[in-house]
């Protein structure tokens, strides 16, 4: 891994240029959610990075304390778990709600839980949707078509 200045950078170069792939961060404490959620993702031909809690996640966008100054991966959606350690989905979708590099990035909350006053709170921080787990293909479309909504 080549960091720093100069040298080689075409693997930033990778991350940034998207092409026809649309980048996903993929968040989530259970290794078996997050390993379905990416596969269901790259199977609808996505580019997945996960994470396996906020605070990882954060640092991946380049919002965490162990950040380097002016590092911000670029991403096209965020789904994200709603209950984990430490920080929950809702406190990660309001940080990235409240950073002005960030803000427009569609996030995705999903959970285990049917609660009604957890979605309607999650949805008026600004998630785009709230999807029951297990997530299924016919989620991952859905979550394909605000892909494309969101990059036209």
């Keep these: 891994m080549g960091g720093g200045c100069g040298g ?14 649309p980048h996903v961060l993929a968040v989530d404490d259970n290794l078996i959610d997050r390993k ?9 031909s996505c580019k997945v ?11 991946y966008l380049g919002l965490g304390n162990d950040t380097l100054e002016g590092t ?12 984990m350690p430490g920080m929950t989905g809702y406190e990660l979708l309001k ?7 960030l803000k427009e990035v569609p ?4 959970s285990s839980e049917n609660i009604p006053t957890r979605i ?8 785009k949707m709230f999807m029951l787990k297990p997530l299924k293909q016919s989620d991952v479309k859905q979550l394909k078509w605000h892909l494309m909504e969101c990059r036209n």
């Design 36 to 44: 379905l959620v990416e596969k269901l993702l790259k199977n609808s």
């Design 95 to 101: 940080k990235i709600k409240e950073s002005s590099v």
């Design 8 to 21: 080689d950078s075409s693997e930033d170069v990778a991350v940034v240029e998207l092409g026809d792939e």
């Design 107 to 110: 996030v995705v909350i999903m």
């Design 120 to 127: 309607s709170e999650c949805l008026e921080e600004g998630a």
């Design 72 to 83: 911000v991966s670029k991403v096209n959606l965020i789904i994200t778990d709603y209950c």
């Design 49 to 59: 990075t996960t994470a396996e809690n906020a605070p990882r996640a954060l640092d």
